[in-house]
């Protein structure tokens, strides 16, 4: 069962009820679960080969109606989103720099029924040095966002600048990408490029398709549930997973293809970069 189900069957049971009522209206519990989901996956830093570090301190901001509407049960819903973000972090073995929080605020710029999501990496006064792991045993954004993605983040203090031991300074200002150069020590380092989001490939194959289970989630109506997959090695290939509306690579129509540094990737109406570079 994925992770953002599990999140709703445990607010159905929360409060007797009550929560099933108050997210009734607009903006639901499960898109903003899927929205801090998308965030991790957005702004994931690999610190060295065994560690990506996620951000662990997230700000809904929601608009007036919606805020109030929320606000008698913004402790309870933050507990339960941060489980849920825990939760997907162990998935996807993401690690953390401190305690994982989820706050909700008023933004007087947004709509009823919009909402944004932004977050940084907080490390805690006990663990400067090196990332913790999630413990063992993180939908679509807010209607009418350009892009499926919501707002654009805002800005916010920058992480902590202690590296880990052996791994990569951690610098990078809140809602940065993972880099884009080449890594050290001569290994191929491979990523796709989707809406102006970089998604580092660390595993030898990455699904992409509409399910919340993908491993990239594509908000398409044209994109299948697991629409197709790649596999990084010598060469690289991407595979259609047997779609509904195929894959175009470079221009072409195929089921399965070679794929180089700038392959273009048509799924659906989204356009996919594949990105390849050796240190």
Not at 86 to 102: S, W
Not at 173 to 198: F, K, L, Q, T, Y
Not at 242 to 253: A, C, E, K, L, P
Request: glycine letters at 12%.
């Amino acid at each position: 069962m994925g992770v953002l189900k599990k999140f709703e069957q445990r607010l159905e049971g929360l409060v007797n009820g009550t929560f099933a009522k108050v997210f009734k209206s607009e903006v639901q519990p499960v898109e903003i679960a899927g929205a801090l989901q998308r965030e991790c996956d957005n702004n994931a830093t690999i610190w060295n080969r065994d560690r990506t570090v996620v951000p662990n301190d997230f700000i809904v901001e929601l608009s007036t109606p919606d805020f109030e509407r929320l606000s008698p049960y913004s402790g309870q819903l933050g507990d339960e989103l941060a489980g849920m973000v825990r939760d997907y972090a162990k998935q996807q073995r993401y690690a953390f720099m401190g305690p994982i929080k989820v706050h909700l605020e008023k933004a007087d710029d947004l709509d009823t029924g919009l909402y944004r999501v932004r977050s940084r990496t907080l490390a805690s006064s006990t663990n400067q040095q090196s990332p913790e792991r999630a413990p063992a045993g993180p939908a679509p954004a807010g209607r009418g966002t350009p892009g499926g993605y919501g707002y654009p983040p805002s800005a916010a203090p920058p992480m902590p600048s202690a590296p880990p031991p052996g791994g990569r300074p951690g610098s990078a200002p809140m809602g940065a990408r993972p880099p884009a150069g080449p890594a050290a020590g001569g290994r191929m380092r491979h990523w796709v490029e989707i809406n102006g989001s970089r998604h580092q490939i660390s595993r030898p194959t990455l699904v992409l398709g509409r399910s919340t289970e993908a491993d990239v989630r594509i908000d398409d109506p044209g994109v299948s549930r697991r629409h197709c997959e790649i596999r990084t090695g010598t060469p690289s290939t991407i595979q259609d997973l047997g779609s509904t509306n195929g894959i175009v690579v470079d221009g072409q129509h195929t089921t399965r293809a070679t794929l180089r540094d700038g392959s273009r990737i048509v799924v659906g109406s989204t356009t996919i970069i594949y990105r390849q570079a050796e240190g």
